[in-house]
């Protein structure tokens, strides 16, 4: 096996005993970059000098008998909205082309302290708004199971990086879906994790109230390992949730034996694709077969979360990206006066999607129409939130499809926004009631496209979602596949 199809347990137990050194993997990182990322283009800024220095520190301490942290030489890539001191953060958009951030994201210094070699960062949807890696400002990422195709988004630059075999791990941020859509579209394990359970600090806001950072992995062990370094208490964050946080691979092998897993019925719906949903139904055969009890709940008010999210997230995202006026920081095109300069700044700087969706939430929030959208989508943010409060009275987590669609093809959605926003429909009502979620391959299409499926669980139980999911894996070979990229040369 080649040390770039080694799982990050793997690297990380191979460095320890000695079967190869943290800068041998690394080598080999960048020699796999170099072959493969004109052909994806996964990464929009790599550190390789920065990356041979940490690796060559973790050999060095396990060389004088001194400790190590759980990531100790993992290559991990970063999506692009987490700030980096001193090393590039675009968010994708023209308007912090070059920008460097002058502090770490605490999900950055967390995977640093536990001997994470960082790679670089890859590429998005500007600003996180996308669901198809389509919408960066520099250019849009290809599938590795077929280069015609979109990664998904936004952090589709991260799941492409895993799914290559580029690197074993990678940090996405996830919105409305943008972890867990990518992560089916790719093949890979991606995770959403409870809003609250992981620092925000570091992290470019595009909605407060719904961002999340999470992991990406080949497998549920490997994204449950990266998790117990990210998540935890954070001062910086007024937002995190001050809970222990469980060691997430010791129980990984408890099994689903009792647990009951929620079918909702408002989720399979007729828009979904056959062979997502035959996918589906040999899943909870495989679940059954675990020992998994399947019943079917109800989320009556799921029919609304997509025209709710469209305005929360909009309206929230209005007031961010309102600190991107040419002034402090990033792009600045003059102007004969100060408002000149701000539309000129932000015409150029923003991206049509971004300027979309910054339209549509300062409308939102206008007076006159306040009431009567902003403050009707919390309302029925909260009549989602109950719908998963009581039908978690019945269940332990909730199995849905991660996505309607395998990965559509590049410009194929486009000009479409309503079409595209779909993609995320069966994801965002995990953020809308800021519940953990994960998404696992569990078949291909007819074209040979990975499809991925969906668990929901209980606020800050990640630990029992993580071992359904690992039930899972363990009983099939989906998430072992690897695109077959040496015939798309």
């Known amino acids: ?35 493969w990322d004109p052909k994806f283009r996964i990464f929009l800024a790599s550190d390789e000098e920065g990356a041979h220095s940490a690796a060559t520190e973790v050999d060095r301490k396990l060389a004088a008998g001194e400790p ?30 070059g920008w460097r951030p002058p502090y770490n994201a605490t999900v950055v210094e967390r995977v640093k302290a536990a001997g994470a070699v960082l790679v670089g960062k890859v590429n998005m949807d500007e600003f996180a708004m996308g669901s198809s890696c389509e919408n960066s400002a520099f250019f849009p990422t290809r599938n590795p199971w077929n280069p015609e195709c979109v990664v998904g988004g936004s952090s589709g630059g991260s799941a492409a990086a895993v799914a290559a075999d580029l690197v074993p791990l990678a940090l996405g941020s996830d919105t409305g879906g943008s972890i867990r859509q990518p992560a089916a579209f790719c093949g890979v394990t991606g995770l959403k994790p409870t809003y609250g359970r992981v620092s925000r600090f570091g992290l470019v806001a595009f909605a407060s109230s719904l961002d999340q950072i999470g992991p990406l992995a080949r497998s549920v062990e490997d994204a449950a390992l990266l998790l117990s370094v990210i998540a935890g208490h954070d001062q910086q964050d007024a937002t995190s949730t001050d809970l222990p946080v469980p060691d997430y691979l010791l129980r990984l092998r408890e099994g689903v034996k009792g647990l009951k897993i929620g079918l909702p019925r408002e989720f399979i719906s007729a828009g979904i694709q056959p062979e997502i949903k035959a996918a589906l139904e040999t899943a909870q055969k495989v679940f059954a077969d675990a020992g998994a009890d399947l019943i079917e709940v109800a989320l009556p008010h799921s029919e609304y979360c997509l025209a709710a999210y469209y305005l929360a997230a909009t309206a929230e995202a209005s007031s961010n990206l309102a600190r991107y006026d040419g002034v402090q ?43 009567a959208y902003y403050k009707k989508a919390l309302q029925v943010r909260t009549l989602i939130q109950r719908d998963f409060e009581q039908a978690m009275t019945k269940c332990d987590l909730i199995l849905t499809p991660t996505s309607p669609t395998t990965a559509f093809r590049l410009g194929e959605k486009m000009e479409d926004p309503l079409t595209m926003y779909l993609s995320d429909v ?20 007819l074209e040979g496209l990975p499809i991925g499926l969906q668990l929901i669980g209980r606020a800050y139980d990640e630990e029992t979602m993580l071992r359904t999911a690992y039930a899972y894996q363990s009983r099939t070979d989906w998430h072992k596949q690897r695109p077959a990229m040496e015939e798309t040369k």
């Open 68 to 97: 190590v942290g759980l990531l100790a030489g993992i290559p991990l890539a970063l999506k692009d909205n987490l700030c980096t001191s001193g090393f590039p953060t675009t968010c994708a958009s023209r308007i912090l082309e």
């Open 329 to 371: 920081y990033g792009l600045r095109v003059s102007g004969d006066n100060l408002l000149e300069m701000y539309g000129a700044t932000r015409a150029a700087g923003f991206g049509s999607e971004v300027k979309r969706r910054i339209m549509l939430g300062t409308y939102a929030l206008s007076a006159g129409y306040y009431e």
């Open 426 to 445: 069966f994801t965002i009502s995990a953020n809308l009631a800021g519940l953990p979620g994960i998404s696992i391959p569990c078949g291909y299409s």
């Open 1 to 35: 096996m080649d040390l770039h199809e080694h799982s990050a347990l793997e690297i990380r137990e191979g460095i320890a005993r000695g079967k190869f050194t943290a800068q041998e993997v690394c080598e080999r990182v960048f020699a796999r970059i170099r072959d």
